[in-house]
């Protein structure tokens, strides 16, 4: 109960005791920490939670900018930001997502700045397209347990594990599965089209144990979480693994497991719209997250994975994520495209939904 | 304003440069047009490729068109990493099944039916270049042509060209600077001859008139022919004057004598002061004349032995007493100390004896003209490596200022009367041709003294 | 003395004839190379003046000739310096002196008398005292290296005082021997004379010393 109340705690308190941060709905505010020269204005697919540090660690090497923060949803955020290219609108000085695919489209409709600086140089080639799109996080897809609730030999290690233990104990977790609604989440949607790709045999398979089992579907990571801390859920799929680790870090419960088949990995990305007011402080502030102090900072307390870190403790995953060839980064580049074209993606996602939403409610005996 | 020298050289250095600059432009230009060629090739494959994918994957379902993109185009294209990629699928009926509706940019589908269609042109305000893919589909239910187009920007393209360009015009370059340089050390090289011939004609006694001999191109030849040619005419103008004059003193000679003779009977005891006066001129005249053709007669010896006689070991103190006995007359002025001082130890040089008295008789008939008031000195002497015949006499002497000009033909320090006539320039052309000088020692305390400086006579040289 | 002159031009032998005749010789003028050796077969002369360019035979040939016959007669040779004849050199064939045309005929008479000297047969050549060399031949007195050329007149006065040296001779007496008994001296030259020598022995170790009232005598110095 604690966890629900903490949005609003946050609320209350920072809105009572400090000038520090006000939040408005999804909005959040930053004010300068000395006199304001500027103001950022960021548009984000990304917790406010995770962020914060980040943004206040930023603004010690920043002192008189401020910074205006809104939180969307990936689809809301992709939609506003592409009619506002359209319209040759201003939508934000820099845009953060963890749908890499619909920044990719944004970027190959030409609706970003391209940014050059020593920082985004160090930038792996897969994490970088063309100056514009920058991936500054590294996080696996991780699937998530309640271990009250999930004894040690259920527990899944591999996609074909998760799979054949859905089918080989229907009663007992039916219901009890928790993924993302592809029809609401883009990140859920990437992975999903990604897993796919991946193994589509598994995927099929998957996916129609997922709908067997009457897969509980969220819109976002956290509410996904919040269902497994409540108990509600046993077994969260696809959750990203800095949220995971965040609520495993308050829930000594939950435990996090790298499936071994492979895991993809994402990095999520960033964006300098063409509408930009003020592209230079988005610069400063893409190139804090891609330095080494945002990325410790970002290790320690938002993300908790990195690209060269070893895995947080207590997570159970390969040893060398990426060299052992498990981790699978996703690429930030013109190939996600296949994900963003429409029908394309309207056609997976009716298949999608055609089969874990509309079945199970057809299957499900009245 | 000077006139700048034109060098052989540079002249030929220049234009091999401008050829090699104009080769290399030109490589370089070809090499950009078929670098741009080669690197659109290699990407055209790919959009090909890409598109092709695309149409493998379009399927009829139940009356409708459906296609399912694969990643693996899109990961091909993704191999030019930071070009954009638009595209569109058309159906049978022209509707744009998805990708970019607007990308319709004068494409003329029906081209494409018979094979793959590629063109550049421009969209969104960036070039792009396109490939349109057909397929013609037969099912029961459908049947028509549906259409791929594919486009690209085409930085990586541009980017491979002028990669390719660059390497090419280093090779380019590289090759150029080789081939200059290797150029530049060839005309080195062929010049030498000229250089040499230079070096040759440089080192030659101005006096020489002999042929030039030296080995050289086909080229120079000319040259050097027209040189000698000419030197041997002059040689052969120098000779025939040379004989003439020595011819006409020669003839001049006796009728001199016979007027000398007849001036010399003249009594002059029954003159008036004036007739005395002027028959003393008249023998100072014929005087005169009689030393100049003398000179005139020495000279043209001189001369010719210079050409036809060997050098041998001679003895200086000798030949300078020779000269001393025959000059200084029996008749001179009693007063006058006339001394003659040989050197102690014999002092031989290579040489002509008879030039070489010539010389030192020339310059002993000089001084006794000119110069001498109480005394006339001749010394023979050596000093370090060279033999000296110093003639010293206490007169007043020449000024510096008139020393080089004295050695020279027919300069006179006095005006009229008494002029040097062509003593110390006979002198100087035997110092020249001995490989030593005439010089002077201004009049210090004492004497002026001229002195004819040659080399000893080493073994061996 | 009686003197042959072979000498084709006519103003030349005239004028040579006449100055010698002048003085008292006798001069015997030819102007044929060939009959002027024909009359030197038969007849000794004191001098013979020989021009070298001639009609007939060449005056080389001539003088060949004379030598040949071992006849020691003093030969003053006129010479036209052509490449020949100084090739040849005319005193290697055996003339005594030679002049170049044209010349001085000063000098000719000059030279005529120092070989006419010569052939009255002065037996000493070389005379010394102290470091000095009086050379008759070359005329000349000589020091280490260095000749000084003397005049007659002035050879003759050392010659007198070098006789005997430290003896003082009187004025009158170096008058007596320059000038003999038939010219008219004026007393003075004897001063001039000596004047003369003295600069010309100047640096040598032997001094002419004036004794006034009492004459000249010649002291050579020792070496110090």
Redo the contacts between chains.
Sequence with gaps: MWRQLRPIALVAVLGFASPAGAVEGTRAFFPALEAERGRLVINGATDIEAMEPLIRDFQETARDVAIDYTDYVTNDLYRDADIACRLKQPFGDLLLSSSVDQLVKLANDGCALAHVSPETRDVPAWANWRDEVFGFTFEPSVMVYHKDFVPPEDVPHTHGELTDLLRFKPDYYRGRIGTYDLRQSGIGYLLAFLDAQQASTTYGRLLESLSRAEAVLRCCNNAVLSELDSGNVYIGYNILGSYAYAAARRNGKLRIVLPRDYTLILSRGALVPTGAKRPELAGRFLDYLLSERGQDVAREKAFFFSRSGALPAEVDGPEKLVESGIGRPIRIGPALLAAQDRLQRSRFIDDWTKLIVDTPVRLRPN | MKRRETSLFWRLVLRVALVLCGGATLLSAAAWYYARAAADDAYDRLLLGAAIQITANMTVDAGNL??????S???L??LA??????YR?VGPDGRT???YDDLDIGINVTAARAGPVFLTTEY???PVRVAVVSRALSDPSFSGWAYVVMAQTTEARRGLAGELTTRAMILVGIMSLLALAGTVLAIRYSLLPVDALAATLRARDPQDLTPVEADMPRELKPFVGSINHFMGRLDERVTLLQRFIADAA?QI??P???????V??LEDDDLDVNRKRHLGRVRDRV?QL?RL??QL?SHA?VI?RSDSVRFKPVDLGDIARKAF??T?????D??V????????EPVFVRGDA?SLREAIANIIDNALQHGVE?RL?VRVRREDDRALVEVADDGPGIPPAEWAAVTTRFVSSKMGEGSMGLGFAIAAEVALAHRGTVRFLEKGGRDFTVILDVPLYREGT | MRIFLVEDTRDVGEAISRRLEKVGHTVDWQTDGQAAADILEFTDYDLVILDVMLPGLDGFEILRHLRARKKTTPVLVLTARSEIEDRVGALDLGADDYLVKPFDFRELEARTRVLLRRRQGDPTNLIECGDLVLDRNSRSVRVGNREVQLKRREITLLEVLAARPGRVFSKDELLDRLFGFDENVNPNAVELYVGRLRKKIEGSSVRIVTIRGLGYQLVADEAA
């Design positions: 459906g296609v399912t993109l694969p990643s185009a899109f990961e294209l993704g990493e930071r070009d954009r990629i638009f699928v099944l998805t990708g969104r305000n960036v020669h000679r006796t001199l004598t016979a007027l000398s003779a007849q010399d009977m005087s009689a053709t003398n007669l010896m010719h006995r025959s200084v007359p029996i008749t001179v009693p007063d100390v006339v001394s003659f001082e040989d050197s102690a008879v109480q000195a």
